[in-house]
């Protein structure tokens, strides 16, 4: 558990807010990046006398607490890490239709950060593991995959090009400077349209795509239909080895976390 505090926060797009989190604990976080992600506990609104766990065994401390002290959590994922500053930076998509909305604590948190104030982070290590011998990999996701997205691309093996389809809220989200291996294309998938369920449009590029040929490795993480769809898509439409496969639902439509 990594006693952490808000070096610095910055809206990068309409969408997508980097907070930097920094102090000595980051010297004990193993720096493995591609999806590396760990449950982030912070204070919510308006709550003053929040005690952090401070171990691993957090669910059995975080219970015991009264509602007043007990931090909320969320899961992030490690976009950056920046060892000369002890920190890293995560980075959180503020939701399309709930910009202001305090029930949704990740969100609300994302949007009032503040230099100093004091966090807690466990790390979950990572999943992305490209089975050997992939000829490419396909990466599929929507906007709260994409700091897993970038992170992957960047620690990509050059041998390992990519077929990304990566869905945002708007055409202003989109990346311009991508590191990434060789022979990558990004299919961005900007939906310009609030009301549509995030997710729906990369699936259906995936479903419509003419992917390279030669065995491929599949991540795809994202809202969870999103990610159940495609996968099903590869198992039953592109005869794809369900081993070659790695999906996580990073959020469900409707449904807070936790
Ligand atoms: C391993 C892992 C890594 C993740 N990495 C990141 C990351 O790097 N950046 C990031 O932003 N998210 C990431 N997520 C997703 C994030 O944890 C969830 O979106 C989380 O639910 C956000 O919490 P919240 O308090 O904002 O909303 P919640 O309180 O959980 O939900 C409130 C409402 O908002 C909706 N909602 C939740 N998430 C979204 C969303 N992304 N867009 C639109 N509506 C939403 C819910 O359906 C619900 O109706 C990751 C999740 C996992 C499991």
Not at 183 to 198: E, G, Q, V
């Amino acid at each position: 558990m990594l006693n952490l505090t808000v070096l610095h926060r910055e809206r990068v797009s309409p969408h997508f807010m980097t907070i930097t989190l920094s102090g000595d604990d980051v010297q004990h976080l193993e720096q493995n990046g591609y999806d590396q992600a760990g449950r982030l506990f912070f204070a919510g609104p308006g709550q003053h006398e929040v005690v952090f766990p401070s171990s691993e065994k957090w669910m059995l401390q975080y219970s015991l607490q009264p509602g007043r002290r007990r931090p909320r959590v969320r899961t992030y994922t490690i976009r950056r890490f920046r060892p000369q500053m002890s920190a890293f930076d995560i980075e959180i998509c503020v939701h399309e239709k709930q910009a202001a909305d305090t029930a949704a604590p990740g969100n609300a948190w994302a949007l009032a950060a503040e230099p100093g104030d004091t966090v807690s982070f466990l790390d979950e290590g990572y999943g992305f593991l490209p089975t050997p011998g992939s000829a490419w990999q396909l990466l599929v996701g929507d906007e709260s995959a994409l700091p897993a997205i970038l992170a992957i691309l960047e620690r990509s093996a050059n041998t390992l090009p990519a077929e990304v389809f990566l869905e945002v809220p708007v055409g202003e989200d989109i990346r311009q400077e991508i590191t990434a291996p060789a022979d990558t294309n990004i299919h961005w998938l900007p939906r310009n349209a609030p009301d549509m369920r995030p997710g729906t449009l990369a699936l259906q590029a995936v479903r419509d795509a003419h992917l390279p040929s030669g065995p491929y490795y599949a991540w795809t993480a994202g809202e969870s239909s999103l990610v159940t769809g495609i996968r099903r898509h590869l198992i039953n439409d592109r005869d794809v080895p369900r081993s070659d496969i790695a999906f996580r639902g990073y959020w469900k439509h409707g449904r807070a976390s936790l």
